[in-house]
């Protein structure tokens, strides 16, 4: 099959003189993901994967993509295809693609494609590509690596894959119904973001804003001050475009710098679509004009309904989508000076003339990032539910495989959906927010495998399961990772999920200054598997959409730098979602959600002020997996704190929702408590209150704190902490408290109200000792914990 169609693409490519042709995976809005309609590369190469690049030469196939895809490509690639793997980030620099997913500065194994098409196409030679499908930051760096070679890139129309795609056999261009976001989800009504964006226009001096991304045609919400400064140092990108002289040799040189301060209530039109499979957006091109104020919506209007149409005001109109070449060519032959995305395609750049342009990343792509406050409470709301459906399935799946009863990836899947669709009594639940990961053993180490009816494997108790799984909300947007085992892991398992947890931590706790880029934080989520001479092929953390695509760009915690990242700020989610892949063997990975807040601190960073994060996605870390004696004060405190939230962010919701899933979440072995034999000396976690005093004494005391960790909500209402002793009084309640304590020899005695010793026990065993208080007051047990 693929021979066939690689003949007839040679054929077509023979016909019109083209010696390669560029297949690029996304779309004519330079979209991450594509619709079924869309995915030319999957039709030629049989290459899923979401990000990659296809080249075909005379003689040649070749695939480009970067780590995440390696083990996908290798399986779905025939003989036919060369695989080409993208590098990462300790060699020399080199000029990569301009994207938020592919890097800018990397580590090529093999060659770049513009660099290997430089040195395999002879002089005079021709490579063709749809400029629709490719950005024009990247038909810049392409062509200014192949025409010093005497390389012609050569704009390509129509889609040559188009022509020998059969009708039969592809998916028709999808007509699915736009709906309305409400305003109280979105935050902000379409006419306040069209006057605010009209003024920034004006003061930008442009005329009109050409608008081609998806999501950011949909809806681009927010208010924060923005202000960007980009200094990209990026290896030898000097070029006369007009004929003169091109020189990208090794010297470094700025490419660019820009700065600019917008204050903002920004939106476009709060729309909604399902145009593409898991993205909540459309089919559609925008173009604001700033006086008089209008904005011309370039689209399938049979997607919208009269009552849709009539609620928008007179200065939004609607033209259909095949329309927008022609409008964008009669406003550029106006005149008036044109802001244009360096994201947007070449097609779109190439028709606005060069003296006209004012080519810079679209506004509206930063400005949606920081979420306005309905839309920063939707988030926190929505992950609530998702954390309470993701509770429910891991207790239905560990009651499963307890009971041996068998259980595949694919019902994992179906029954994750079964739940969210059950526990959705309001009907603000719109589905999954991309194609959930279930992934088992050795599948756990493709690190986006999605199980199909070919690959789909039973779970058991003899490997690790990864679940990657993100949901839709009317609310928000929700993406969460979880690793678990239901046997017993190896050591090597437990060591490596360790070493990734403590780098989801660290990068959870940092502190750093407003407008810090993602590639700054990158290295602090590594630290732990880096002193192992370990690391994953993936960025850290990427930004997450408000009912909006789960991927959000421009920001993202990576080794790979973006040019638009504007830095964190206020109001920003961003993923936190360290791992580590053992290739046939297993897979790690821990994400959370984090919401930026503001942080203050005594230097407050010279005046610019402070940031942190803080989580928002609820689900418990597993404990097997967690190597006690490795961690620190700080992140054993974080591990209590983080899963004392989980609980109660969670009980109210699943107790009325799943009570299974509420003892579930509520058993000792799922809300946890960790703590270190050799650094902790002595810490307390309750799952619920007890009444009575307790005084603890241990005889030794080699820390600072023999208590290093209290939370009000854990139900203390009085904790005098002394070097050598602290006395704690719960309040009554229904559930048993735990008491941790460290050293060889501790003593824990319940105190009567006149301070008389009711009951003591002591504990002489080295280690981590366990105590258990019973709700009814009573010391039951005490024995040596071994973190597990």
Not at 348 to 360: E, L, N, T, W, Y
Not at 604 to 629: A, R
Not at 650 to 660: G, N, Q, S
Not at 695 to 717: A, P, Q, R, W
């Amino acid at each position: 099959m693929a021979g066939r169609r690689l003949s007839a693409l040679r054929q077509l490519m023979s016909e019109k003189g083209l010696q390669a042709y560029i297949i690029p995976s996304g779309d004519a809005h330079q979209s991450e993901y594509v619709s079924d309609h869309d995915k030319r590369r999957g039709f030629i190469s049989n290459f899923m994967g979401s990000a990659g690049t296809a080249v075909v030469t005379e003689t040649s196939a070749m695939l480009w993509t970067d780590s995440r895809y390696f083990l996908q490509a290798q399986n779905e690639l025939d003989s036919n295809w060369t695989l080409m793997k993208e590098g990462d980030y300790l060699r020399k620099p080199t000029v990569l693609q301009f994207s938020p997913y592919s890097a800018l500065i990397g580590m090529p194994s093999v060659p770049t494609i513009e660099v290997w098409l430089s040195k395999n196409i002879k002089s005079k030679g021709q490579v063709g590509v749809d400029p629709w499908l490719i950005s024009s930051a990247t038909w810049d760096i392409f062509e200014a690596v192949l025409r010093p070679c005497g390389v012609s890139l050569v704009p390509t129309q129509p889609n040559l894959i188009d022509l020998i795609w059969p009708g039969e056999e592809r998916s028709a261009s999808p007509k699915n119904p736009v709906f309305v976001h409400e305003l109280k989800y979105s935050g902000k009504s379409c006419i306040e973001k069209l006057e605010m964006v009209a003024k920034e226009l004006s003061e930008r001096g442009a005329s009109f804003l050409v608008i081609t991304a998806l999501d950011e045609v949909a809806c681009m919400n927010t208010k924060y001050e923005y202000r960007v400064t980009m200094d990209f140092a990026l290896q030898q990108f000097q070029c006369n475009f007009f004929g003169s002289q091109v020189d990208i040799l090794d010297r470094y040189v700025s490419w660019t710098r820009f700065k600019f301060s917008l204050h903002c209530h920004l939106g476009i039109l709060n729309l909604r679509g399902s145009d593409i499979p898991y993205n909540p957006v459309f089919f559609a091109y925008a173009i604001l004009k700033a006086d008089p104020l209008n904005l011309q919506v370039f689209m399938d209007e049979t997607k919208l309904s009269e009552e849709t149409k009539g609620s928008f005001p007179k200065n939004v109109l609607f033209f259909p989508y095949e329309l927008f070449p022609d409008h964008l060519q009669k406003i550029a032959f106006g005149g008036s000076p044109i802001w244009v995305s360096r994201s947007s395609s070449q097609a779109v750049i190439s028709a606005v003339p060069f003296g006209q342009r004012i080519m810079d990343y679209s506004p509206v792509a930063c400005l949606k990032l920081a979420k306005n406050p309905t839309e920063i409470q939707g988030m926190r709301d929505c992950h609530v539910r998702d954390g309470a459906a993701l509770c429910s399935l891991l207790a239905w799946l560990e009651h499963r495989l307890l009971q041996n009863e068998s259980t595949s990836e694919l019902e994992v899947v179906k029954h994750l959906e079964k739940i969210h669709r059950d526990m959705d009594k309001d009907g603000i639940y719109k589905g999954p927010s991309f194609e959930t990961i279930a992934a088992y053993g050795s599948h756990a180490a493709i690190v986006h495998y999605r199980p199909t009816h070919e690959t789909d494997c039973q779970i058991s108790t003899d490997n690790i399961f990864l679940l990657d799984c993100g949901s839709h909300y009317k609310t928000g947007t929700t993406d969460v990772t979880r690793t678990v085992h239901f046997g017993k892991p190896t050591e090597e398992q437990i060591k490596r999920f360790t070493e990734v947890l403590r780098g989801h931590i660290a990068l959870a706790t940092v502190k750093f200054p407003k407008k810090t880029l993602g590639v700054r934080l990158d290295l602090v989520a590594r630290k732990y598997l880096w002193e192992e001479g370990l690391d994953y092929g993936h960025g850290t953390g990427h930004g997450v959409g408000a009912f909006l695509n789960v991927h959000e760009g421009p920001i993202l915690i990576s080794f790979r730098a973006n040019p638009a990242d504007p830095g964190l700020q206020e109001g920003m989610f961003v993923t936190d979602e360290p791992g580590y892949y053992k290739e046939g063997e297993f897979g790690i990975r821990i994400e959370n959600v984090m919401e930026v807040k503001s942080s203050k601190s005594k230097g407050d960073f010279n005046g610019l002020g402070g940031l942190c994060m803080e989580p928002v996605t609820w689900c418990p870390i597993q404990k097997k997996l967690i190597h006690v004696p490795s961690l620190t004060n700080h992140e054993v405190s974080w591990i209590n704190s983080y899963h004392a939230q989980c609980l109660e962010a969670l009980k109210p919701f699943l107790e009325i929702e799943d009570p299974c899933g509420y003892q579930w979440l509520n058993h000792k072995d799922a809300v946890l408590w960790v703590g270190n034999s050799e650094k902790l000396q002595g810490s307390i976690f309750s799952q619920g209150k007890c009444e009575g005093v307790y005084h603890l004494d241990i005889e030794k005391n080699l820390g600072e704190k023999v208590f290093s960790y209290t939370s009000s909500h854990l139900g203390f209402c009085k904790a005098d902490l002394h070097p050598l002793s602290c006395t704690l009084a719960l309040p009554s309640g229904d559930n048993d408290v735990e008491l941790f304590c460290v050293k060889s020899h501790c003593q824990l005695s319940k105190i009567s109200p006149d301070q008389e010793v009711l009951e003591t026990i002591e504990i002489k065993n080295p280690g981590v000792a366990c105590v258990r208080i019973r709700a009814d007051s009573k010391i039951t047990a005490a024995g040596c914990w071994d973190g597990r």
